[in-house]
């Protein structure tokens, strides 16, 4: 599977952005699908996943409540909607996809798009 973010940019402390996944070249209802980020000289971070049949979805606490995943089995596209956005939420975010149930190590990755949020 392909898979190629956008939807990156610069917002001010408490605005939203929507990052978007665009995914090709497989049958998505196998897949777990995610978002992950990497501030400058922090390890990635999970921060959403979806299991693209069924829905279900999983955010540790640090997002919990202000960002949402969802996809859009039409136009086969990964949502992130992020709102109240601070300024430790700035880094580089990736999507990701695997075909294990929420793995701990994914196989496919986009290309990273940068989220700066300013205070």
């Known amino acids: 599977v392909q898979l190629q973010a956008s939807g990156g940019g610069t917002v001010q402390a408490g605005g939203s952005l929507r990052l978007s996944c665009a995914a090709s070249?497989?049958?998505?209802?196998?897949?777990?699908m995610a978002w992950f980020r990497q501030a400058p000289g922090k390890e990635r971070e999970f921060i959403a996943g979806?299991?693209?049949?069924?829905?279900?979805?999983v955010y540790p606490d640090s997002v919990k409540g202000r960002f949402t995943i969802d996809r859009d089995n039409a136009k086969t596209t990964m949502w992130l909607q992020m709102d109240s956005l601070k300024p430790e939420d700035t880094a580089v975010y990736y999507c990701?996809?695997?075909?294990?149930?929420?793995?701990?190590?994914?196989?496919?990755w986009g290309q990273g798009t940068q989220v700066t949020v300013s205070s």
């Open positions: 070249g497989d049958i998505l209802n196998k897949y777990t």
């Open positions: 990701a996809a695997d075909l294990a149930y929420f793995p701990t190590e994914y196989d496919y």
């Open positions: 979806i299991r693209w049949s069924g829905g279900n979805t």
